[in-house]
């Protein structure tokens, strides 16, 4: 595997409460790696280790060949993206001044800032009148639109999603999973998202992570996952969710 994220024996508790034990983990370049798993089975926190916003107990996690840690962590989120469930965008900032404010930071010009705007809206099918509005002046889809352009912004290597969808109605939804996997496969784009629904997961990735307890469970394709599941947990946690022999 041509990976660019190597999880290497890696542990992290809070407390009295592992979760993350003993992760061996690679992410291939290009292509959609899903994360699933029920509520607080570590998912999410893989994501907080690569962001470098908690730090592994045990173990060592590489980017690209470099390990992350704090004298290298800033270095490697210019060349990450990361969309939380929620979006995160300043709700006292226009769409537009979000998206631009890392660029600006990292001294992009005006013009470069204005030209890659125009460039994700298209891409995102964010409508042009949304751009100068707050995010409360937004629908919830354009919110994560706003989010999604935002981790873009500056060509991130890798692109993090942390339940990017939850909170959205079906239909806008499926829309967004849908328009996700169109710009992924067009900007030729690595990705691994975190998500708890499996037919989210089955449309989205070819590579499916099955986590339980802080430990992976099973990997493969949907297809694999429901023909062979590796344990009663990944049995019962497909069956679970009938829904995905539809995907």
Do not use: W
């Amino acid at each position: 595997m041509n990976a660019l994220v190597h999880f290497r024996a890696v542990g992290k508790s809070f407390g009295n409460d592992f979760a993350v034990r003993d992760m061996n983990l690679e992410i291939a370049r290009v292509g959609i790696t899903a994360l699933i798993g029920p509520s607080g089975c570590g998912k999410s926190t893989l994501l907080r280790l690569i962001v470098g916003l908690v730090s592994p107990d045990t173990g060592e996690i590489q980017f690209d060949g470099e390990r992350i840690e704090p004298d290298t962590i800033m270095k490697i989120r210019r060349r990450l993206g990361y969309v939380i469930q929620d979006g995160g965008l300043f709700p006292h900032l226009t769409a537009r001044r979000n998206l631009a404010l890392q660029s600006t930071l990292f001294g992009k010009n005006r013009d470069e800032i204005e030209k890659r705007i125009a460039e994700l809206c298209e891409l995102t099918k964010f409508p042009s009148n949304g751009i100068d509005r707050y995010p409360l002046e937004l629908s919830g889809g354009q919110r994560q639109r706003v989010s999604l352009m935002r981790a873009l912004m500056l060509s991130p290597e890798l692109l993090l999603l942390d339940e990017p969808f939850a909170a959205l109605d079906p239909l806008v939804r499926l829309n967004l999973q849908r328009d996700l996997k169109e710009i992924c496969a067009q900007l030729r784009q690595t990705v691994l998202v975190v998500t708890h629904d499996l037919p989210e997961a089955a449309f989205l990735a070819d590579d499916i992570v099955l986590i339980n307890e802080g430990r992976i469970v099973q990997r493969g394709s949907i297809a694999d996952l429901r023909a062979r599941p590796a344990n009663e947990f990944a049995r019962e946690f497909i069956n679970a969710q009938r829904s995905a022999v539809l995907v």
